[in-house]
């Protein structure tokens, strides 16, 4: 079964996962680990020391899409959002987006001009996230800490980063189109696989991206509005 539904804190974790196993990676970037048996969201995020309202709000929202926000955001840990991103870009940088070059360089015959071209646009769309990310994390998150220790720089404001939110996720696209139009490959099964992985890491990029957008700039909007941290 894949639940599209509203989870609480009395839902056991085990049947989080298992009705919507992208959820694996909310925990693992929450800091949550296997081996809870039959426990509650609750308890679970309480021995993980996570802030239950905002992993739900988190997995509410990823779950069951735009229209299942929290019930009170302002009652979010802004710390807790900023450490969830956080270990979202290590796991793009470090992890996923190298893994799936590995893959695609495996899957496609690089003395091809084709495949040179794909490498290439793959390597510059990579160098995008990085900057991307980058900025968030010098410059983003930085201004936040501030706010949550009740200072408020002057030079900065969570609108000038909303402005400015581009969609990387987006460019994956092209490169999906340019492996399903052009690339003659011989090996079926590998190419597909790494397609598979450029789709769902576009789907996760979304869903980091909506992250940002719909929960973590709202509670700094309210946090700039009250003046001191939440």
């Known amino acids: 079964m ?8 009395d839902d056991r974790m085990c049947d989080l996962v298992c009705d919507n196993y992208p959820v694996l990676l909310v925990m693992s970037r929450f800091g949550i680990s296997l081996g809870f048996g039959d426990a509650t969201i609750g308890e679970v995020c309480r021995a993980a020391g996570v ?3 905002t992993f739900l709000a988190v997995v ?6 735009e229209a299942m926000l929290a019930d009170d955001p302002s009652g979010l840990s802004v710390e807790a959002l900023l450490g969830y991103l956080h270990n979202s870009h290590g796991y793009f940088l ?14 496609i015959d690089c003395s091809s001009d084709v495949a040179l071209v794909v490498i290439r646009f793959f390597d510059a769309y990579v160098a995008e996230v990085q900057k991307h990310m980058a900025y968030e994390e010098g410059r983003v998150f930085p201004y936040v800490r501030a706010l949550l220790t009740g200072t408020r720089p002057d030079d900065y404001s969570i609108d000038v980063f909303s402005r400015h939110h581009d969609q990387v996720e987006s460019k ?22 790494v397609l598979f992985d450029l789709f769902t890491c576009e789907q996760d990029l979304a869903s980091h991206n909506a992250v940002e957008d719909r929960l ?13 941290p939440q």
């Open 2 to 9: 894949y639940r599209i539904g509203k989870y609480d804190v």
């Open 51 to 53: 802030d239950a309202a």
């Open 60 to 65: 509410n929202m990823l779950t069951a899409g």
């Open 94 to 107: 470090d992890f996923r987006l190298p893994a799936i070059r590995r893959k695609l360089i495996e899957a």
């Open 172 to 193: 994956l696209s092209e490169l999906k189109r340019i492996l399903i139009r052009y690339y003659p490959a011989q090996g079926t099964n590998e190419l597909n696989s």
């Open 216 to 228: 973590l700039t709202p509670a700094i909007r309210r946090l700039e509005q009250k003046g001191g």
